[in-house]
């Protein structure tokens, strides 16, 4: 349908208006109403149609388009879940297999070497022993006992010491003592007594992580103090590693 | 004759106390040896040495937990334990855990003081 009919409408409708301030009245037929309608409709609905479907299909591809963000999304955070609990179980597997060799050492080599050093010791004790015998049996206890430390110290690297004998407190004490001595940073410990344990795995982490915050404050953080406390709180472990430059709420585990 | 229960994993560690004894402290007769600590615990309670001698990591690293077992159920039995751990650690553990601790590596020099009462430190 044109719109020339339209425009004719309008055309008379504004000339009615214009007279409308002599007093004239609208000449508007009911026919001519309709026909206004009929045009406004035919010559307005085909974009209105046109545009409501290009709104509809970009609803759909956005509803789309969020639907496969939320499953990549879902996706993600699984394979994120994973990755940690992958992590978490190769950092047990390590520590388990470092606490393995390091009682390997402990009960073969270690063993041994005590008993040579004893029996060594025993014979020093034969009063009947030249003067170099005697100083050779010594010297011979000296690199027995030299062996003997260098095989604590390569256990120790592997597994901290006194972890599993005395627990977390002891095991800590015992390497904030040796932190002191080689950084010269001075910490505060604020830790439970022996009786205190935990499970194995949770001790070994939480040792780590010390290990872990103190190390950084010694690298980074140009502090000559640092602290650690550990308490319960609420069912929960909580483990406080600072130093006075930034204060670090290390983590809480339940 | 004074009494002495032996408890360390190692059979060598055992048969060299035992020499370092017989030569050093003849007085001390080692009444058992275990290597284990549930037998460690069973022993000392049925045998009643006066000392026993538990290496730290014996069944794993179950030394503090037979010592402080005998505190209650053979409180007549002195615990020594006994450890390849540097000699200052172990000064602090005897510190924390009031039990005395002894480096293996001062046994020959220390054990036989200590078993005298001579001293109660390495």
């Not at chain 1, 789309?64 to 994973?82: F, M, P, S």
């Not at chain 1, 470092?98 to 034969?126: C, K, P």
């Not at chain 1, 006992?145 to 010491?161: D, F, Q, W, Y």
């Amino acid at each position: 349908m044109s719109s020339a009919p339209t425009l004719n409408v309008i055309s008379e409708a504004d000339e009615q208006i214009a007279c409308r301030f002599e007093g004239a009245r609208l000449p508007w037929t009911g026919e001519d109403i309709l026909l206004l309608r009929l045009t406004f409709r035919t010559t307005s609905s085909t974009p209105f149609i046109a545009l409501n479907e290009q709104i509809e299909s970009l609803n759909r591809a956005r509803h789309g388009l969020e639907n496969e963000v939320r499953i990549r999304t879902a996706q993600l955070v699984d394979a994120q879940t994973k990755l940690q609990e992958l992590s978490a179980q190769l950092m047990l597997a390590q520590d388990e297999e470092r606490r393995r060799l390091a009682r390997e050492l402990h009960d073969s080599t270690g063993q041994t070497l005590t008993a040579i050093q004893l029996n060594l010791s025993v014979l020093m004790s034969e009063f009947s022993l030249s003067p170099e015998n005697r100083a050779r049996i010594e010297q011979t206890v000296e690199l027995t006992n030299h062996a003997m430390g260098e095989v604590r110290t390569i256990s120790h690297l592997l597994h901290p010491p006194m972890l599993d004998e005395a627990g977390l407190s002891m095991a800590l004490r015992t390497f904030v003592e040796g932190f002191e001595e080689r950084s010269r940073i001075a910490v505060a410990t604020d830790l439970p007594g022996m009786s205190e344990r935990f499970s194995p795995e949770m001790e070994t982490a939480l040792f780590r992580i010390v290990q872990e915050c103190l190390t950084n404050v010694h690298r980074h953080s140009g502090s000559k103090n640092a602290s650690i406390r550990l308490t319960r709180e609420n069912g929960c472990v909580v483990l406080e590693v600072a130093d006075f430059m930034r204060r670090v709420r290390a983590c809480t585990i339940r | 004759m004074h009494r002495l229960l032996l408890a360390d994993d190692s059979e060598a560690v055992r048969l060299a106390i035992k020499s370092l004894l017989q030569r050093l402290a003849p007085e001390w007769e080692i009444c058992g040896e275990t290597p284990e600590a549930d037998e460690a615990v069973r022993m000392a309670e049925e045998l009643r040495p006066e000392v026993i001698l538990i290496d730290l990591s014996i069944s794993g690293s179950k030394g503090l937990w037979v010592a402080k077992t005998l505190k209650d159920t053979a409180p007549f039995c002195r615990s020594i334990l006994i450890s390849e751990q540097h000699p200052a650690i172990l000064a602090h553990l005897q510190a924390e855990s009031g039990f005395i601790c002894l480096a293996k590596t001062q046994l020959a020099s220390a054990l036989v003081p200590v078993l005298r009462g001579e001293r109660n430190t390495p």
